[in-house]
């Protein structure tokens, strides 16, 4: 049984840096992509960050690309998403996620998220101005 848990979420300010940690449990390599999504309060839950499990590649949501950058740990188990320049649009409850689709495209399309079947209790970020 796969388990996902989130940290580093917390109250910043515009500006501001922020890395976030998730502790996969289980094979990693079972999964195509692993990456971050992403809910606001009334909104979809949205994927904003992916990697390749096999080859390492990455992609971004639009609005974060380069502010975020997703990275793994396949040692430790570990997926890492170090978010800079943040802003209060990026306030949310950030989940990581694993997907067995390989491509990335797909992992940060809108919808996708209903495909997810496995998630963690995600972890706050809260962005002042």
């Known amino acids: 049984q796969v388990q996902l848990v989130e940290s580093g979420g917390t109250l910043v300010q515009s500006g501001d840096s922020l890395q976030l940690s998730c502790k996969f449990s289980?094979?990693?390599?079972?999964?195509?992509?692993i990456g971050w999504f992403r809910q606001a309060p009334g909104k979809e839950r949205e994927g904003v960050s992916c990697i390749s499990i096999e080859s390492g590649a990455t992609d971004y949501k639009d609005s974060v690309k380069g502010r975020f950058t997703v990275s793994t740990d396949k040692g430790t188990n570990m997926v890492f998403q170090q978010m800079n320049n943040l802003k209060p649009e990026d306030t949310a409850t950030y989940y990581c996620a694993p997907a067995f689709d390989t491509s990335c495209h797909w992992y940060l399309s809108p919808g996708s998220n209903q495909y997810i079947s496995i998630w963690g209790q995600g972890t706050q970020v809260t962005v002042s101005s």
């Open positions: 289980g094979n990693m390599a079972d999964y195509g992509n």
